[in-house]
């Protein structure tokens, strides 16, 4: 004790100012990297800057979370894969760049959307698409329950029994999380669809142009050609040196030129995928719950705490046409109570209850008149009077009165009152329309007719009385009502070390390129190309969501290769190797592009070398030098790149109209696509006009030349837009 408490006296204060010393590095460090709030400038967490605008991370994990919402609300696709989270990742940048750009242009052009603009957009009959397809867990909740059809008092409906009762009617949360998403989306898009309108509807063709190009559609040339491919002269005679190349790529830079840095890998991908072992513990586990399942009287709640499926548990009776499954014609021969399986099916192992069997119709006619209760929680009529109400309808229909004069005049199914009261319903919709109009409309007979109570309350939707009168069925066949349980092939623990250790071996035994290159040779797995990876990609072709991968490929050298395997979404490790590095501007020579760019290099040769080869030469002679035809085409047109006979060779059409040519003379050599023509003009002919019908022609060439032109704008103006503005990515912040 002593010698400690002497140690403490005499390096006591020492080690107090290493300690005070050691925490003001730690906190000034931590300062720099962001964690107190930028008290010391912090560092920085944009993503992009866009002309200068920097883009924030916590706005684009918004953006990207909204994106996800709105692909859930819409795309019924079930649960989000990480490769289309890795899309929606790639598509926000994108999305965000020309909002933020055309947004400058808007702030310019005075573009906004009034406050009466922004409530038409979700409370009038002509609201947002969006909105009148928004769907919350299957309903589309702003439609009429009766007809189907949007119903813009519902939206402020909802909204108002939302601010007054939210926590009883969205407890979660996720109604107010997908709606506000939806809302704001379509309140900044709004301002967007302005601008694009605007330049779509600029587009003008003035009277001169189309009479031009009407003018040009009549003229007619009858020409005989020879083309002379470029396989006569062989490929051993052009030589092509690296200048050539890159005078080639220089001359038509437009086509070899990068937008973006990318890089080229080649990975070797070792798959986790489960053993036989992991089948049989699936297998084993759904026969161990076969016995239980048997006796459960609440099927619902037994398939949600037992499956590993998403897919939610129906009541719906389905028939051999609409029971998506392979062993469905198995499965319906089975008995009324019994239990199918297990079997494989859809990457895992299902057992199937037979809850129930029936012959029912694929779908059912019918007519009604409604009598609301309630509706959206609100009382329309008491009960007792709508009841004695929908009762003396029916007996005046008894009477003689006329079904669909009731319709109109008491019917408070306002959607249905042009059809006379009259629905088709098909089976799949059974679910979706209320219980007991269900059971009635499919499993009463044609012609049967009463008044059932319908209670939607619980989905904030109506209540009330309806009379029915079942007028048709088609397609009785057996049906069945199952309950499935999946258990998903998964690999163990075991498994997945397994082949991460075959990864990591590959990994540490591959230091460099030629190493790489000769382990992938024999492991037993083939390597793979991986070409064009951009800055800004989240996925690569073959791989899926990749992102650690081009955020290493990009702060790497060209022929290093990863020092680790990269786990990518539970599905495989990936050990890669830089092949290549192509940065912004005109892209590089590189042994994957080279081919091509030799043979583009050669046809350009080969082209000027037949082309003096054979000038001044008859066709006759250029053909029979060639060994090939003389063609004949009578139908040139100088408005159309499209020759009878040729296809798609616009120069060609254009030199058969130049005033150069003259009749029975041999044009100079037409390069083209796989050869060089040589032409000689027959004649040349104008279609007489008409002058009853000039007007109208030129009137639908103009109206023609716009839709083309406005069809383009609509599909280039993201990618016009965005290309001339300057973004820079910050790839270590996404």
Known sequence: MAVIQKIRNKYGKIAGAVIAISLVSFIVSDARNGSFGGLFGGHDTHVMTVDGTKIESKEYEQRVKEYELLTQIYSNRGPITEEARAQIREQVLQSVAF????????????????????????????????????????????????TKQFDPGRVKGFEDELAKNGQKMDPYGKFTEQWSAVKAYVLRMSRIDKFNALMSASVYTPGYEAKSIAADMAQMASIRYVKVPYSAIPDGDIKVSDDDIKAYMQKHKGFYELEQASRGLEYLSFEIQPASADSGRAKEA????????????????????????????????????TFASQNADTIMAQSSGTIYGPYLEAGGYRITKIVDKKVLPDSAKCRHILIKVKDGGKEVLADDLAKKKIDSIVSAINSGAKFDSMVAKFSDDDGSKATNGEYWFNLQQRPQISKEFGDFIFEGSVGKKGTVKVDNSKNNGYVGYHYIEVLEQKGAAPTVQVATITKNLLPSDSTVNAIYGRANEFAAKSTDAATFDANAKTSGTD?????????????????????????????????????????????????????????????PITPANRPMLEQKVKEEKKAEMIINKYKGGTLESIAQATAQAVGQSDSVTLGGGVIPGIGYEPKVSGYAFSAALAPNAVSPGIKSQGGVFFISLNNRTTRPSNPATEQMEIFQMRRNQESQVRNFVGQALQQTVTKKADIKYNISTF
């Open 527 to 587: 390597k793979r190309v991986a070409e064009n990876v951009r800055e800004n990609s989240f996925s690569i072709q073959g791989i899926g969501s990749a992102r650690e991968i081009i955020k290493w490929a990009f702060t790497h050298k060209v022929g290093e290769v990863s020092s680790a395997p990269f786990r990518i979404n539970d599905q495989r490790y990936v050990v890669a190797k830089i092949t290549s590095i192509e940065e912004k501007g005109l892209m």
């Open 286 to 321: 759904l026969d161990q719950m076969k016995d239980e399942f048997m006796k459960a009287k609440d099927n619902k709640t037994f398939v949600g705490n037992k499956t590993d499926d998403m897919a939610v548990y129906s009541e719906a009776y389905v028939s051999k046409k």
């Open 99 to 146: 909002e933020t750009v055309v947004g400058k242009m808007c702030d310019k052009l005075g573009i906004d959307i009034s406050e009466q603009e922004k409530k038409d957009l979700f409370y009038s009959p002509n609201a947002h698409q969006l909105v009148r397809n928004f769907n919350f867990e299957g309903q589309q909740i702003f439609n009429n329950p009766e």
